[in-house]
């Protein structure tokens, strides 16, 4: 029998960085990485601000916001505050038949900002799982609308939904990292990407492919999810708001449920509030996440309106069928709260367009580069497309040793900065990227 009263955790803060690092390859499986081939690793002991503290002393201006959540830098005062005063009540509780105050008026917050009419928020652990439930609302809808047999989505070509099963089905089955999984995924219809980029007019032929699927596929599609105007994971590319405009007239007349996958782009990261304001057109299904508490913990909003919910519980169940244990942690409630306050408080519109301009003029040297195929930015997002995928175990280093943290994958060397970076640390960021890629 193991003696488990022989065991005793090693306190933190107190094992050097080469330690604590051969520690972690012994025991820890990281995101997308192999436990037979070691990767690039540094240990962090503390963040703050924009900056990543190393445990051997260098410090890094974080150019990701940890992916694409900590909008309001590290270890903010208010956000901290905010969760100690929940601390002092209650961390978790469950939510089956219980209710309390961070839930709600999170809730109540993100129905008052959200594209359109929605009136109900369902809370979740994480953006895949939010995506889980659109999808399920979707199914649920059509078969409690007398339509069973529409049991199908359409997702878009280059799209990237999560790593769950029901969101890598919707993944693009090619580069949507998730081929391995063929076999026991969903069949969904795909449509190629939109090659109209953001600010032209969709083409007459991909709207026409478009209709196209829909006439052939009509019988079973339950919905279409999307990233609107903004692919991320899947590629960083930014497309026309007249497709999803041709997109929404083309499920209203099919009887389609159009899902708006806003994990990465909402809570002004595009610019907006949210991508669905810049393309004027209004899902029936919002999934947000990331964001949603600065960075702090795992949370997630799955939003409909008040008709689709109500023929969701109108059928055999009664009730949408999905419940996961730490819904609406009145923790990162509290928290997603306090961020949201921080955010809409702020003058967040103007602050992106200041990190807009300060990104176009950072990364306009590298367009130059022969390296390079495309440079974008759009919002606080950034984008360096090159003609070859970069070598990770490679330039990884570079860029701590250029005093930035940026985690490029594929073709694609981007930032997504945190709001709170001023205009020195940004040029410094792009300053870096721009150097790091001319000696790729």
Known sequence: MRDYAAFRPIMTGTTPPASLISRDRAAVWHPYASVTEAAPLFSVDSADGVYLNLSDGRRLIDGMSSWWAAIHGYNHPLLN?????QLGKMSHVMF?????EPAVQLCETLLAIAPGQMDKVFLSDSGSVAVEVA?????????????P?????????????????????????VTGMHHLFKQVLAPQIFADRPAARFGEAATAGELAALDSLFETHQHELAAVIVEPLIQGAGGMWFYS????????ALCDSHGVLLIFDEIATAFGRCGDLFAANIAAVTPDILCVGKALTGGYLSL???ITSKP????????????????????????????????LELLLNSDWRSNIGRLERGLRAGLAPAAQLPQVADVRVMGAIGVIELHEPVNMAEI?????ERGVWVRPFGKLVYSMPPYIMNDSELSALCAAIVDTVTGT
């Open 396 to 400: 990884q280093p570079q860029f701590v």
């Open 135 to 147: 999808i399920k609302m979707a199914l649920q809808f059509q078969a409690n609308n007398g339509q």
């Open 300 to 302: 997630a909003a799955t």
């Open 149 to 173: 047999g529409r049991s199908k989505l359409m997702a878009l070509r280059g799209g990237y939904h999560g790593d769950t099963f029901a969101a890598m089905s919707v993944c693009d089955p």
């Open 241 to 248: 708001a007249a497709y999803l405009s041709h997109l929404r």
């Open 308 to 339: 689709v919910a109500e023929v969701i519980c109108g059928g055999e169940a009664g009730a949408l069928m999905h419940g996961p244990t730490f819904m609406a942690n009145p923790l990162a409630c509290a928290i997603a709260n306090a961020s």
């Open 96 to 100: 089956g038949g219980l209710t309390h």
């Open 81 to 85: 505050a905010a969760a100690q005063a």
